[in-house]
């Protein structure tokens, strides 16, 4: 099992950053791709950005390419996102996810991935 837990979420101007950490207990991350993902009022839960186990592989979600940067560091069993030049729109609640893989190609699917933690709100004023 893998407990996942999200924070760094909270209310920012547009134009402003929030770096969301997502740490992980139960077992290591080295073996798992990892996955943000968020959930508007209303919408359904969207792919915002995936990195693959070993940190070589990132694919982001059309809407927040070029200003979102995913990243993860297996020593400390964390995984970030770095939003920049966030917009109204990206306001949601922020979800990690893992999957157990070795493969370079991250997976963009919600069905894709095992485990998810809570998730952390990220709320952008305009």
């Known amino acids: 099992q893998v407990q996942l837990v999200e924070s760094g979420g909270g209310l920012v101007q547009a134009g402003g950053s929030l770096r969301l950490s997502c740490a992980a207990s139960?077992?290591?991350?080295?073996?798992?791709?990892m996955g943000w993902f968020r959930q508007a009022p209303g919408k359904e839960r969207e792919f915002v950005a995936g990195?693959?186990?070993?940190?070589?592989?990132?694919v982001y979600g059309d809407s927040v390419q070029g200003r979102f940067t995913v990243s993860r560091d297996n020593a400390k069993n964390t995984v970030y996102l770095q939003t920049n030049s966030l917009k109204p729109e990206d306001t949601a609640v922020y979800y990690c996810?893992?999957?157990?893989?070795?493969?370079?190609?991250?997976?963009?699917?919600?069905?894709?991935?095992?485990?998810w933690g809570q998730g952390t709100q990220v709320t952008v004023s305009s």
């Open positions: 996810a893992a999957r157990r893989s070795l493969s370079p190609v991250v997976e963009r699917r919600i069905t894709g991935y095992d485990y």
């Open positions: 139960g077992r290591t991350l080295s073996s798992y791709a």
């Open positions: 990195i693959s186990w070993g940190g070589g592989s990132t």
